[in-house]
């Protein structure tokens, strides 16, 4: 697994290798088919992911409970740590943040799911 931080100014100088698989007002999720990875703009950062990498950065989102933030008193639950295993990068994201990465998480794997589907259909028809 490994996750770069890319600049910004970078990613938007190979755009030609980059496709656009999901955004939202919060982030943009982009699939660079030249190097097999996914490159995730959001709170200011670029970082690229391989395939599973993005799978667990899904999974490790979806499992913290806003909720439980957003109920607990306790003053330590104003943000939430969100790092992978293997990895250099982290994200310190408050509340509103972590939906606001659900959304773009949920929304990119929704996006290579209708694509899988529609290359599928399309294979069965010729």
Known sequence: MFVF?????????????????????AGVVYQCDVKECWYVDFGGKVARFNYMSLVRLKRRVEDVSVEKMLLDPAKGNDFEIISLSACDHLYVLTAIEILALKELL?????????????????CRVI
């Open 5 to 25: 931080i890319m600049n910004i100014n970078k990613i938007n100088s190979d755009t030609r290798e980059l496709t656009e698989v999901f955004g939202t007002t």
């Open 106 to 122: 949920h929304g990119t794997f929704v996006m290579l799911k209708l694509n899988h589907l529609v290359k599928d259909c399309l």
